[in-house]
């Protein structure tokens, strides 16, 4: 299945990809429904209100989420592209449901920075509670995949050795359009899947999530390790190599480009970056 959440009539709802409808799923958006029991049986027998998937409002797939969790240097080649060693461990980082914003929405860029960068990300929903899983049972956990772009202001990241100052600015951080069940994928819960992000056009970053050092299994044992995951939470995987500041000479976002970030059986954000007016 590929699910949704969209806005229409001054509010949100969970729907179903059926051809080129929406079908309405009866709770106020994906992460609503991923809380209930069965809600995959839920998902696949609603028959409400049919809404065109041409023109349709993507809010962001889970607008609420518990946690957003994200993994810096997960792919080979960025890993080695940035200078580093490969890691024993995944690195972890967190963003706030703040700053995520629909597949279609603008990307919100600070007065505050100079070097607004990009990175395109497969990102794991959480599906069912999950402490210390292993195995079978986190697998089970995921829901779904689907896109992030974990836009970066890269002069704030590298103030501090801590990263979240520059990861989790309001309103900059798309992602969807859609969840899509591993089933429909390639590899499951491992998928091997392109992954494209295109600036004006120009291609950018291009590679697999089988570069991916830790994969999502290995993801969703090690984050329930340290805390509880929800239905609906995220965990963003990592970004493959051809991010702006990796560039000679380095490369960011000014305002005004339209950024598209694609992965092959999930779809694409297509965002507009705009400056944030002065209050």
Not at 5 to 29: E, N, P, Q, Y
Not at 178 to 190: A, K, N, Q, S, Y
Request: proline letters at 6%.
């Amino acid at each position: 299945m590929k699910l949704a959440t969209i806005r229409t009539g001054g509010t949100t709802k969970a729907v179903r990809l059926d051809g080129d409808a929406l079908v309405d799923l009866g709770f106020s958006d994906v992460g609503a429904l991923l809380g209930q029991d069965g809600w995959r049986d839920l998902a696949a027998t609603a028959t409400g209100t049919a809404y065109p998937l041409d023109g349709a409002d993507f809010a962001p797939v889970v607008p609420a989420p518990s946690k957003v969790v994200c993994v810096g240097l997960n792919y080979r080649g960025h890993i080695q592209e940035m200078g580093r060693d490969l890691p024993e461990h995944p690195t972890l980082f967190a963003k706030f449901a703040d700053c995520l914003i629909g597949a279609h929405d603008d990307i919100v860029r600070p007065a505050e920075t100079g070097k607004f960068d990009w990175e395109a990300e497969l990102a794991v929903v959480i599906g069912a509670p999950a402490r210390r899983a292993r195995g079978a049972e986190a697998e089970a956990a995921v829901a779904g995949f689907t896109v992030l772009n974990d836009v970066t202001c890269r002069d704030w990241q590298f103030r501090t050795r801590e990263w979240l100052q520059g990861k989790t600015w309001d309103s900059s951080t798309p992602v969807g359009p859609f969840l899509v069940t591993p089933d429909e994928l390639p590899g499951g819960v491992r998928p091997a899947l392109d992954v494209t992000l295109r600036v004006d056009g120009e291609v950018m970053q291009s590679d697999s999530t089988g570069d991916l050092l830790f994969d999502p299994v290995d993801l969703v044992e090690y984050v329930s390790t340290v805390v509880r995951l929800n239905p609906g939470d995220l965990i963003a995987t990592g970004t493959p190599g051809g991010v702006g500041h990796a560039r000679r000479p380095e490369r960011y976002l000014l305002g005004g480009e339209t950024v598209v970030t694609e992965i092959q059986g999930i779809g694409r954000l297509e965002n507009r970056v705009v400056e944030e007016k002065s209050a």
